[in-house]
């Protein structure tokens, strides 16, 4: 049997500006979203409310802060535009 640890890699976007995006990493999806939406977060409180437009689970916390990383680089932001929109 496995032990999986349960990390989520999440893109938020703005509704008040939809070319805003924020991705961050966490175990609970739907309450961090909350979090963001409460203005818990000084980095994303003057852009919300946010919704939630991908979400990707990886089995450890290493790869998904890697994915985290990639996706808010150059490269992962055209990833993001190419697949994601």
């Known amino acids: 049997m496995h032990n999986f640890d349960r990390r989520f890699v999440y ?16 175990d609970d999806v739907k309450g ?20 939630l437009h991908a979400a990707f689970w990886f089995a450890s916390e ?3 802060a890697r994915f985290g990383r990639f996706l808010k680089s150059g490269a ?4 993001v535009k190419q697949y994601l929109e």
């Open 76 to 79: 992962g932001r055209l990833f």
């Open 32 to 51: 961090r979203l909350a979090a963001h939406n409460d203005g818990q977060s000084a980095h994303t409180a003057k852009h919300r409310p946010w919704r």
């Open 62 to 64: 290493d790869m998904a």
């Open 11 to 26: 893109v938020l976007r703005s509704l008040n500006d939809p070319e805003r995006l924020h991705i961050g990493l966490t």
